[in-house]
């Protein structure tokens, strides 16, 4: 099962309304959207600026973010 995160984002009302447009356009949720962007995101910066280790990652600190049960 995947450990949910939770982050609050604040968003312009002109990002937010282009946000839905882009979603509603790719028929994914506005959540769906924003995780497929990130991923994107990510993916452009380990290929032009190298992989993020392993290591690297487990090092931060996430509890923050974590969704409590």
Do not use: V, W
């Amino acid at each position: 099962m995947k450990n949910n995160c939770h982050i609050d984002l604040k968003l312009s009302e002109d990002l937010l309304r282009k946000l839905l447009y882009i979603s509603e356009a790719e028929h994914r949720t506005p959540n769906a959207q924003f995780a497929f962007m990130l991923r994107n995101n990510i993916a452009y910066f380990e290929k032009t600026k190298g992989r993020i280790s392993d290591a690297a990652l487990r090092a931060l600190d996430i509890s923050e973010y974590q969704e409590q049960e």
